[in-house]
Nanobody, 121 residues
Framework: QVQLVESGGGLVQAGDSLRLSCAASGRTFSTSDLAWFRQAPGKGREFVGSIMSGTSTTYYADSVKGRFTISRDNAKNTAYLQMNRSKPEDTGVYYC??????????????WGQGTQVTVSS
C-alpha cells in the first residue's frame, strides 16, 4: 500500500542537471525496492534504474549509466533520480515504481503519477 508521488520535472537544456524526487507514503518504503522508468512520446515505458532496499545497490540502464544516480532516504520516505549531463533523448515522463517483479516489461505494483522532463538541444 505504497503511494508514490514524483516531482522535480521541468524543462532544461542539454547538459543541464535535474533531480527528480519520489515521495512515498506508507511504512513499507524502507523495505521495498524502488525503480525509475520513463516514457518518451510514442514509445513504451522503459526501465531507467533501480535501487535495492537493503543494500542500496543500484542498477542502471545502459542509456543512463554514468549520468544518472539513484539514491534514497528511508527516513524521509523519498527516493531520488539525479540526472546529470542530460540529453534530448532523456525527454519523457518519468515514473517511480515499487514492488516490481519485472523491469522489462514493466511489472510493478506501485506507480507514481509521473513527472515530465524535457531536455532541449
Amino acid at each position: 500500500q505504497v503511494q508514490l508521488v514524483e516531482s522535480g520535472g521541468g524543462l532544461v537544456q542539454a547538459g543541464d542537471s535535474l533531480r527528480l524526487s519520489c515521495a512515498a507514503s506508507g511504512r513499507t518504503f524502507s523495505t521495498s525496492d524502488l525503480a525509475w522508468f520513463r516514457q518518451a512520446p510514442g514509445k513504451g515505458r522503459e526501465f531507467v534504474g533501480s535501487i535495492m532496499s537493503g543494500t542500496s545497490t543500484t542498477y542502471y540502464a545502459d542509456s543512463v549509466k554514468g549520468r544518472f544516480t539513484i539514491s534514497r532516504d528511508n527516513a524521509k520516505n523519498t527516493a531520488y533520480l539525479q540526472m546529470n549531463r542530460s540529453k534530448p533523448e532523456d525527454t519523457g515522463v518519468y515514473y517511480c515504481a515499487g514492488a516490481c517483479r519485472t523491469y522489462n516489461p514493466p511489472g510493478c505494483h506501485y506507480w507514481g503519477q509521473g513527472t515530465q522532463v524535457t531536455v532541449s538541444s
